[in-house]
């Protein structure tokens, strides 16, 4: 496709369950994010892809959220047992090493 | 530590009049500079970037090695200017700033 691709634009889930997310990345970018973004504020870091190089986890705000990317293809971020406060829009980007970023629609995903 | 600081969460001004979007970095090295704006409803996308010297939409942003920072700029202020503000810097992994949301009053 021509841009970053995310998916579903919108999720409502029931508090305790997993949610999965999904993003597709301009073909041959090397980078990939992952940021939320809650209503009203600015860009939460999560995770950063790079190539094969281990991934930049420090964002992840606890051991239940995790993503995965293999190669330079698509990522998935996935959120255990949702609570409300994961309520957000989660934004995914990419860029060929660190020349600019490209971003996606977005998820919105809702807990109640 | 490598920082990224909007020291204004939200900025507004009167149509016609200057605006400056303050943006001040901690980083160790020679990072890309780039200012990201979010209109209402539409995708984060680049503004600007500092490699590139250019003015987009009328906006300017200076770098200032010895303060480390990199303030976006407009003189002549539009309603449609009206939108989220990111700032952002680094080099592979880029450094985001919190964000300033602009209201530009008629």
């Known amino acids: 496709g021509a841009g970053v691709s995310q998916s579903p634009s919108n999720k409502v889930t029931e508090k305790g369950k997993d949610v999965e997310l999904r993003c597709d990345p301009i073909s041959g970018h090397t980078a990939l994010y992952w940021y939320r973004q809650r209503l009203g504020q600015g860009l939460e870091f999560l995770i950063y892809?790079?190539?094969?190089?281990?991934?930049?986890k420090s964002g992840l705000p606890s051991d239940r959220f995790s993503a995965e990317r293999t190669g330079e293809s698509v990522s998935t971020l996935t959120i255990q047992r949702t609570q409300q406060e994961d309520s957000a829009v989660y934004l995914c980007?990419?860029?060929?090493?660190?020349?600019?970023?490209?971003f996606g629609q977005g998820t919105r995903l809702t807990v109640v | 530590a490598q920082r990224v600081t909007q020291p204004e969460k939200l900025l507004s001004v009167f149509k016609g009049a200057p605006v400056e979007l303050k943006c001040n970095y901690s980083?160790?090295?020679?990072?890309?500079l780039f200012w990201y704006v979010q209109y209402s409803r539409q995708r984060l996308q680049l503004l600007l970037r500092h490699i590139s010297r250019e003015s987009i939409k009328g906006f300017t942003a200076d770098l200032n090695k010895g303060e480390t920072s990199f303030h976006l700029k407009k003189p002549f202020a539009q309603e449609e200017d009206s939108a989220m503000y990111y700032c952002a810097i680094g080099n592979y992994q880029l450094i985001w700033g919190a964000g300033t949301k602009l209201i530009i009053k008629p």
């Open positions: 980007a990419s860029s060929y090493w660190g020349i600019e970023a490209f």
């Open positions: 892809f790079q190539g094969n190089s281990a991934p930049d």
């Open positions: 980083y160790s090295g020679s990072p890309e």
